[in-house]
């Protein structure tokens, strides 16, 4: 299996797209051939996490042997690294709706299910390729992936990590988790601006040549933990076969019955990696795209045109607070066919003038898999309400958003009786303000006061690695004019070469 660009005949080795992320000509690798309908509800069925991560692996990295990919699935998902051995456990709503608990990881987010893998895929992808440069991740965060790449990248030997996250763009406990972040190869900086203004730089970065040759003259590669990298994609495929397989496990579905998925959505890897597990044979019907008030990705499926040109808004669900997502140029090669020219022209497009349109039988096409809806955070909060007082189940904002996108379009009837899974993204703690907020509690400046009153109400425990931050040290304090993104780049990579020259 090769990769191919988005945007030209590039082709490229697995081991090469992992290693360097995006294409030399901006766009995103996607597999040369698409394994369509490799999978099925029997090949599904009674197979662990681990298991599933080698199947599904399997079909894309064929450059790794069959026993790399167990062991590589096997170094990614245990005790050590995450709280539940089943690695991503149901929770039962009622009879129609499933919630798949993707937080159970070592930041309390869904990105740790792809990032505890990703630094074993691009270390061996290194060794592969008989890489000995130094890898440079640069990453931008809209509140999750930061702290989970952090964690996962944490002193591996021959790796470096630098992320940039928005100044006031994430909540308390986010940013807490990314400041105080330990590892001697890590870097933070919050900036002034925006999840999307930190991720357009980055990608400006990884084809700037002039940067490029200056990192490479001092033995250094750059690489990205964000999705726009297959190695943080594909692994995100792994938890949809798995929920399906527990949802047959414990009856909630027949084997082969189709079930509809509900994803809230920023920069649309999730729900990507949704599409690709259907693709691949997981029998999902519609995949419901759940914004907040950044709903640009609802216009685009109500209406086929993604435009940008709209206010920004910071809302209750930060991490969805995104315009420019970046995996929806992935799903544009798909909806072209293939047609790498269509999309290079798209986005060009998308550069000059902040918005795009697909035709109207594309819309109709790709509407035969997708649907979007969004609400706002009065009513996110009432949601989280709603489900704790009638449930008690405590949902963090993002996964409320997708809850009641469901229960609009339950009320709409456009649910078709089919059984309904919604991705549930984040442990509730990591938004305290949030919380309170909706379950009517006071408001603490101090996030861990605010976690003591929600904890006091619904008896729900504060998770391990929360309560270890009130003790860490702060270690990351600089915020940077979104203009000084590259100097502290640049002053990264200077570092990283000193110390390499003290130890020979």
């Not at 809302?315 to 290079?344: C, H, K, W």
């Amino acid at each position: 299996m090769n990769y191919c660009s988005t945007r030209s005949g590039e082709t490229v080795s697995p081991s090469y797209a992992l290693l360097h992320g995006l294409a030399a000509d901006g766009g995103l690798y996607v597999p040369e051939t698409f394994p369509e309908q490799v999978l099925s509800s029997a090949t599904l069925d009674h197979k662990s996490y681990q298991e599933l991560t080698e199947l599904v692996l399997s079909y894309f990295f064929t450059n790794f042997t069959a026993a790399e990919r167990k062991a590589l699935a096997a170094a990614a998902y245990n005790a050590d690294t995450f709280r539940d051995a089943r690695i991503v456990p149901l929770h039962s709503l009622d009879t129609d709706v499933t919630l798949a608990e993707l937080f159970h990881g070592r930041t309390l987010a869904f990105k740790d299910l792809a990032l505890s893998l990703f630094p074993h895929l691009l270390t061996a992808a290194r060794r592969q390729e008989g890489e000995c440069k130094d890898i440079l991740i640069l990453t931008a965060t809209s509140g999750d992936t930061g702290k989970a790449a952090l964690e996962g990248f944490k002193d591996v030997k021959g790796t470096h990590i630098m992320v940039f996250c928005p100044n006031d763009g994430v909540s308390p406990m986010q940013e807490r988790q990314m400041r105080t972040q330990e590892g001697e190869n890590v870097r933070v900086a919050a900036i002034q601006g925006n999840f999307d203004d930190a991720q357009s730089f980055l990608k400006r970065i990884f084809v700037d040549k002039d940067v490029r040759d200056y990192a490479a003259e001092r033995n250094i590669l750059f690489s990205s933990a964000n999705s726009i990298n297959i190695g943080r994609l594909l692994p995100q495929i792994v938890y949809y076969a798995a929920t399906y397989a527990s949802l047959m496990e414990n009856g909630a579905v027949a084997a082969g019955e189709i079930v509809d998925v509900v994803v809230p959505t920023g920069n649309f890897g999730n729900i990507l990696a949704g599409y690709f597990a259907k693709k691949m044979g997981v029998p999902i019907g519609k995949l419901i795209c759940a914004s907040n008030r950044n709903n640009v990705l609802t216009d685009f499926f109500k209406n086929g045109v993604y435009d940008m040109n709209r206010e920004f808004y910071t809302t209750d669900s930060p991490s969805m607070d995104i315009l420019l997502s970046s995996n929806f140029e992935r799903f544009l090669y798909y909806v072209a066919g293939g047609d790498t020219q269509r999309v290079a022209a798209w986005e060009d497009e998308l550069a000059r003038t902040g918005k795009m349109a697909v035709s109207a039988a594309e819309l109709t096409s790709l509407r035969q898999d997708f649907d979007g809806d969004w609400i706002d955070d009065d009513e996110t909060r009432a949601v989280i309400s709603h489900v704790y007082n009638d449930c008690g189940y405590l949902l963090d904002p993002h996964t409320a958003v997708a809850y009641g996108v469901y229960l609009n379009r339950r009320k709409r009837g456009l649910t078709e009786g089919r059984h309904t899974v919604v991705m549930a993204t984040a442990h509730p703690y990591k938004f305290p303000p949030v919380i309170c907020r909706a379950l009517a509690l006071p408001e603490a400046a101090d996030p861990f006061l605010a976690l003591g009153e929600i904890s006091a109400v619904t008896s729900l425990g504060l998770p391990q690695p929360l309560a270890d931050l009130r003790q860490k040290e702060l270690r990351f304090n600089q915020t940077l004019e979104k203009e000084e993104m590259k100097k502290a780049v640049l002053a990264f990579i200077d570092t990283i070469y000193e110390k390499n020259k003290q130890k020979g």
